[in-house]
């Protein structure tokens, strides 16, 4: 791929629509709110504080991302969104319970502003939930247009120049493609007729594509990782990535796994139980719902220590994933891993790992480096699947047929080598035998 003669400047307002305003979403916009008046950091966020390194590593270039690349300022962007609840932005975090009441009210104001639009929603896809502020229409072809006026809408209310899209909502049930999803047309055509697999996140990003406002899909559920939506990605000249984004148990996995294959130790069984008690838990808790997000979870593992490479350490290793709804825990949600290791002789080892983390407070910084990552791409005029923010998903979207990459590590150098490369820097490769010839 020939890299992109010019990348747009980024000029003007950014509009961040969530679809979605939950937890996730209310957690994410408050934090941007209260780090641009300086009364918190964005700890977590790569744009936000991570560096990259250029050329020799004897140069000591090494300029913060958002330094090195045209990014939207925090101060450029507006927060907006669809919620099946009615709730404005600081209600929804009040209900929420992530941050605390002090920080809340430092932004309120600005929170309170901050209403969502009626959302899409087919309870058939999220059954554990049932809201009012919703719309109607003649058909799903109707809700796309519906949404595309709600778009067209807030860029013209709050003058923004473009506007990117971040589903922010619920696990739907487990889904298959279907024939509707083998092309555009075909999908087109089950808009009209209300094909039953047409899901709501897909009528969602089926209205940003053709608005062209890249969409990242934060949940395990198909939206975007199907034929249909990479052709319009494609021909809409519009970046998608997804899917389910990697915040608590499967980022330790990501590490972790890495580490015991790099040294050849064996692993017999790897046993994951979580407890959470926020409106994700109480949606994982019907059995649709956790098969979506169960294989998405059970993916990586597999997938990183390539047990046909490595049958000796790998064939034979028993993986299970449990997910407990716990209403008392709330956000601050708890992932156990009791993993049975083997090394030299084959003698046996164990680790545990007990990550008491914040689900939303791991989420909200991804949320916004995917934003202002996919802007930059469609400004440097990217499109399709961007895997080069694999990064940031539990199952990275790939092109098809494309073994997807989950070591967190090789992850994050193909994330800053595409950097290097959308600017013209000489990539990294660590081989080092510069310095010694």
């Known amino acids: 791929m020939q890299v992109p003669s010019t990348i747009t400047p980024a000029s003007g307002r950014v ?36 560096t990259i390194r250029l050329g020799p590593r004897k140069d000591g270039r090494a300029p913060k991302i958002a330094d090195f690349i045209s990014l939207a300022s925090l101060d450029d962007l507006v927060f907006g969104g669809w919620d099946i609840f009615p ?45 009012s502020h919703v719309k109607t229409g003649k058909s799903k072809a109707d809700l796309v247009e519906q949404l595309r006026d709600d778009i067209r809408a807030f860029l013209r209310l709050h003058e923004c ?14 889904q298959e493609p279907a024939p509707c999803h083998a092309s555009a047309q075909a999908f087109e055509r089950g808009l009209l007729a209300n094909d039953s697999a047409i899901s709501s996140s897909q009528i969602y990003a089926w209205a940003c594509m053709k608005e062209g406002v890249p969409f990242a899909n934060g949940a395990p559920n198909l939206t975007v990782d199907f034929p249909a939506a990479w052709e319009l990605a ?24 890495p580490a015991l294959k790099a040294r050849m130790l064996g692993v017999r069984g790897w046993f994951s139980t979580n407890i959470l008690g926020n409106r994700d838990g109480e949606v994982l808790d019907d059995p649709g719902s956790f ?9 990586a593992l597999e997938l990183i220590l390539q047990p046909k490479l490595y049958p000796a350490l790998y064939d034979e290793i028993f993986h299970k994933v449990r997910i407990e709804y716990y209403p008392p825990r709330g956000d601050a949600k708890e ?32 949320v916004l480096d995917l934003a202002l990552f996919l802007d930059f791409a469609k400004r440097a005029g990217l499109s399709g699947t961007q895997e080069w923010l694999s990064f940031y998903w539990k199952s990275p979207m790939t092109a098809p047929g494309l073994t997807p990459e989950h070591d967190l590590f090789i992850q994050l150098k193909k994330l800053k080598n595409t950097l290097r490369w959308l600017k013209g820097e000489q990539l990294i490769t660590h081989l080092g035998n510069e310095y010694y010839d």
């Not at 709110?33 to 977590?44: H, N, T």
């Not at 120049?161 to 487990?174: H, P």
């Not at 098969?291 to 993916?299: D, Q």
């Open 335 to 366: 992932g156990w891993d009791n993993i049975d290791l083997f090394g030299w002789l084959g003698y046996p080892m164990q680790l545990k790992v007990d990550f008491l983390c914040r689900d939303s407070i791991l989420a909200a910084p991804l």
């Open 87 to 131: 709730d404005d932005a600081h209600a929804a975090a009040v209900d929420a319970a992530v941050l605390s009441a002090a920080d809340l009210d430092t932004v309120r104001h600005e929170l309170a502003q901050i209403k969502p639009m009626r959302a899409v929603f087919d309870p058939a896809y999220v059954r554990r939930l049932d809201g």
């Open 15 to 50: 509009a961040v629509l969530c679809a979605g305003m939950g937890a996730v979403a209310t957690t994410f916009m408050a934090g941007v709110l209260l780090a641009r008046r300086g009364l918190g950091q964005p700890i977590g966020s790569l744009t936000q504080m991570g």
């Open 291 to 299: 098969k979506t997000k169960e294989n998405s979870k059970l993916g």
């Open 234 to 257: 494609r021909s809409c000249g519009v970046p998608i990535a997804g899917k389910d984004f990697k915040t608590g148990q499967t980022l330790m996995k990501t590490v972790i796994a």
């Open 161 to 174: 120049s473009r506007a990117v899209c971040i589903w922010c909502g619920s696990t739907e049930v487990f």
